[in-house]
């Protein structure tokens, strides 16, 4: 039992770049998160997804992209990439009682 | 809007003494609220969650908080702190019931201090 992972776990692209980060859950949560963790700012939301198929925007969706084709997995896009969304990036998934597992995270350097 | 405020950017407390983390929330319905613990380059751990009834719950590691209606707050204590739980503690409300989002505070760092 994996719980939630996280895939790269480091990442550096240049401005302009786009890039895919992977969060796979293997509990068979129906509801997903993508946040951002910037010094001094804790956790903001930046899109959700309530079920296979479907996704919402957070506080922060602007500059991503997300995708829920399957249960397990939740995809986040960024198309092109700027220095801004240099980041650390957590993936979480929570079932019926409200607890979030988080993955480990993604620290991505925008340059 | 819902939001939460951890007033307390930093604390230092010395191994064995009391500690009490604030959390503040702002949120027009009944709040779902939580403590996570963050140890460093990793992931976040749910210390405790509070939902309804009793105000005073109970955690992992020797944690409780207490839920405060009439001051919008649920403050995190332990009573004897140990050098492993020196880590970045953050306070979250659940907006579930509009639009199934969390929203955290800026995060407490805790260091403790032999």
């Known amino acids: 039992n994996a719980g939630v992972t996280q895939t790269p776990k480091f990442r550096v692209l240049k401005t302009g770049q786009s890039m895919t980060l992977l969060c796979a859950q293997d509990?068979?949560?129906?509801?997903m998160y993508w946040y951002r963790q910037d010094p001094g700012m804790g956790l903001r939301l930046i899109h959700y997804s309530v079920g296979e198929g479907t996704t919402a925007k957070g506080e922060v969706p602007d500059g991503y992209n997300v995708s829920r084709l399957k249960k397990q997995n939740f995809l986040l896009g960024l198309e092109s990439a700027a220095p801004s969304q240099t980041s650390v990036y957590f993936c979480?998934?929570?079932?019926?009682?409200?607890?979030?597992?988080f993955g480990p995270g993604t620290r991505l350097t925008v340059t | 809007a819902q939001s939460v405020t951890q007033p307390d950017i930093h604390i230092t407390v010395s191994e064995g003494a009391s500690l009490e983390l604030r959390c503040n929330y702002s949120?027009?319905?009944?709040?779902?609220l939580f403590w996570y613990v963050q140890s460093p380059g990793q992931g976040l751990q749910l210390l405790l969650k509070y939902f309804s009834g009793d105000t005073l719950v109970q955690g992992i590691k020797g944690f409780e908080a207490e839920f405060k209606r009439s001051q919008s707050s649920f403050n995190l204590r332990k009573p004897s702190v140990h050098w492993s739980d020196a880590a970045e503690y953050f306070c979250a409300v659940g907006a579930l019931l509009t639009g199934n989002q969390f929203y955290f505070g800026t995060g407490t760092s805790l260091t403790v201090i032999p």
């Open positions: 979480a998934s929570r079932g019926t009682d409200y607890e979030q597992y």
């Open positions: 509990m068979n949560h129906e509801y």
């Open positions: 949120y027009g319905a009944t709040p779902y």
